[in-house]
C-alpha cells in the first residue's frame, strides 16, 4: 500500500497504537540506540518509538518503525503476511505472470506490470530546504552512535542509489552509512553489494561515481533496497509492485541522479575514483557483533535536501530480533512465491530469528522421490540470492516450519548423521566472522525428511503420533465447555 510520506504512515501508526511519542530529551550518542534495543525485545517487536526531542538537534527521530508483524502489515497495507505472500502468488498466477519477473527486467519491452514504473516528476518535497557545498553539515543530523565500540555516528535507514559507470544501470542498496566528517560519509559495502561493483568499475574506468542517499519517505522503500532480487531486475519498478503503485522520483541537486519525491531527506554526493580509500573503523552489524576495520571509499557530499519539518529514520543493529529481522521476515513471506516457482516442491520456508535471520533456514518440500531433499538443497545453494544460510534443515512438508520445536523435533527424530549431513563449500555472509576466510566457508544441509528405502533406509518408517482431524476439531470446538481456558 503506497504512502507518499513518511509522515502519512506516522500517522496511520498513532491512529493504530503502534507509535509511542518520546518527549523527554534523549541522546543520540548511545542512550536512543539502548532505549530502542530493549523495546525490540519484546515478543512482538515492541512500539514504534518516535523521539520528539533528541539533544542537540531540531530535527526528531523514528525508530522501530518496521519492526513487529503488525507495523509490516499496515505498510504493505495486508492483514497478515501471508496475504501479502497471496497476493504475490497471485502476480505471478494471473495476466502478468509473464509481466512479474520480465518487466522487472531492465531490459524487458512494456508489458502490463509497467504502470508500476518510476516516474520523474518536476518538484518535489524532499527539496523544500536545499544545502550545497559549504553549507552542508551532517553533524545538523541526529545521527545516532549506537554501540559503545563505534567510533562514528551511522545513518542506518538510508536507501542509497548508484549507477553503473558502463552499462548505466541503477541500483538502490541498503548499506550502513558512516559519518566521518561534515560532508564525508563512508558506505560500508562490500565485495557481494552491487554498490560496490560501481564503485569498483569507477575506479577502473577513472570515472566519478554519483551517490545518492535516500532517508524517510514510504517506509516499503526499506524493503525495496534490501530485497534479495536477482541480478538484471529493476528494485524501482519492485518497490513499485510493493507499494501497487508507481514510485515518484525528482532529480537530484547536484547529482543526475532520480531521488524519491517524498523522502524527509536526500544527501547527494559522489565518490572520487582517483581518491585512495580509507581504512573505515568498526561499526555495528546486525549479525549482533562489531565489523572488522576495512578499507572503503568515501562519498564527498555535496548536497543535503529535506522537508521543511524532517524526521530522521533510524535502524539500531542489534542481536535479533530487531527491526532488521522482522523486514527480514516479511521478504521471506513475499519471495515464497518465487522460490516456489524456482524449485516447486517447496511448501514453505523460515528463517529464524535465532539464526539471525540469516544463518539458518528451515525448509518444508513435498517428498516424492529419494534424494529430494538434497536436489532442494542444491538448488537452495546455487541461487545466490537465496541461498546463503549456513544450516539448512529440509523436513517434510507436515512440518511448520514456522515452529522451531517442531523442526527440531524432525531433525531429532529422522536424522541419521552419516547419512543425512550434507556438506558444500563456497562462498559465505561476507560478515560472517566465523568464516576463517572472509566470504569463503561452509554450508551445511540437514536432510530431516522421512526416509525411502531406496534412500539406504532397510527398515520399515514407523508412523507418527496422530490423532483423527475430526477428533481434533470437536475437542477444539469444546474447548470452552471443557473449563480449561488459555490451556493448549
Known amino acids: 500500500m503506497a504512502h507518499e510520506f513518511l509522515t502519512d504512515f506516522l500517522a496511520k ?33 515492541g512500539p514504534a518509538l518516535f523521539f520528539e526531542n533528541v539533544k542537540n538537534s531540531p530535527i526528531p527521530v523514528v525508530a522501530n518503525l518496521l ?19 497471496s497476493a504475490m502468488d497471485r502476480l505471478l498466477n ?58 562514528n555516528p551511522t545513518l542506518t535507514a538510508a536507501q542509497t542509489l548508484t549507477r553503473h559507470p558502463l552499462t548505466n544501470v541503477e541500483h538502490w542498496g541498503s548499506y550502513p552509512l558512516q559519518v566521518i566528517g561534515p560532508r564525508e560519509v563512508v558506505p560500508h559495502w562490500h565485495r557481494q553489494h552491487e554498490g560496490y561493483r560501481h564503485w569498483q568499475t569507477a575506479v577502473r574506468e577513472r570515472k566519478q561515481l554519483p551517490v545518492a542517499m535516500s532517508l524517510g519517505g514510504d517506509p516499503l522503500l526499506g524493503l525495496m533496497a534490501s530485497a534479495p532480487l536477482l541480478p538484471g531486475l529493476d528494485r524501482g519498478l519492485f518497490g513499485g509492485l510493493l507499494r501497487g503503485a508507481s514510485l515518484d522520483l525528482v532529480r537530484g541537486r547536484s547529482v543526475e541522479l532520480d531521488v524519491p519525491a517524498g523522502a524527509e531527506i536526500i544527501i547527494e554526493g559522489y565518490i572520487d575514483h582517483a581518491a585512495t580509500p580509507q581504512m573505515a573503523p568498526s561499526i555495528a552489524s546486525d549479525s549482533g557483533h562489531y565489523s572488522l576495520p576495512e ?49 516447486p516442491e517447496v511448501v514453505d520456508w523460515h528463517r529464524p530469528f535465532s539464526g539471525g535471520s540469516r544463518h539458518i533456514l528451515f525448509v518444508s518440500i513435498r517428498k516424492d522421490a529419494p534424494h529430494q531433499a538434497r536436489r532442494v538443497l542444491n538448488a537452495l545453494w546455487g541461487a545466490t540470492a537465496f541461498g546463503s544460510s549456513k544450516l539448512t534443515v529440509v523436513v517434510d512438508a507436515d512440518v511448520n516450519v514456522q515452529r522451531e520445536a517442531d523442526v527440531w523435533f524432525a531433525v531429532g527424530s529422522h536424522t541419521h548423521p552419516g547419512r543425512d549431513l550434507i556438506f558444500n563449500p563456497g562462498s559465505t555472509q561476507m560478515d560472517d566472522h566465523a568464516a576463517p576466510v572472509r566470504g569463503i566457508g561452509h554450508a551445511v544441509g540437514l536432510d530431516a525428511t522421512r526416509k525411502f528405502t531406496d534412500e539406504g533406509h532397510p527398515r520399515a518408517w514407523p508412523l507418527p503420533l496422530q490423532h483423527s482431524e475430526e477428533l481434533s476439531t470437536s475437542v477444539a470446538e469444546r474447548w470452552s465447555e471443557l473449563g480449561l481456558g488459555g490451556q493448549h
Open 295 to 343: 578499507e572503503l571509499p568515501v562519498i564527498q557530499v555535496t548536497a543535503v535536501t529535506h522537508r521543511a519539518n524532517p524526521v530522521l529514520p533510524v535502524v539500531i543493529a542489534s542481536r535479533p530480533p530487531n527491526e532488521s529481522s522482522w523486514m527480514s521476515l516479511a521478504l521471506d513471506r513475499l519471495f515464497l512465491p518465487l522460490v516456489q516457482r524456482l524449485i
Open 13 to 45: 501508526l498513532q491512529d493504530a497504537g503502534e507509535l509511542v511519542r518520546v518527549a523527554a530529551p534523549v541522546d543520540a550518542a548511545l542512550e536512543l540506540s539502548a532505549i530502542v534495543e530493549r523495546v525490540t525485545r519484546a515478543e512482538d517487536g
Open 67 to 85: 519492526g513487529s508483524r503488525r507495523r509490516l502489515c499496515l505498510a504493505l497495507g495486508v492483514d497478515s503476511l501471508d496475504q501479502a505472500s
Open 94 to 151: 494471473g495476466e502478468t505472470a509473464t509481466g512479474w519477473l520480465d518487466a522487472l527486467k531492465l531490459t524487458a519491452p512494456a508489458s502490463a506490470s509497467n504502470r508500476f514504473a518510476p516516474r520523474v516528476i518536476k518538484t518535489a518535497v524532499c527539496q523544500q530546504v536545499v544545502k550545497l557545498g559549504r553549507d552542508v553539515n551532517l553533524w545538523d543530523l541526529p545521527v545516532p552512535r549506537c554501540w559503545p565500540d563505534e567510533a
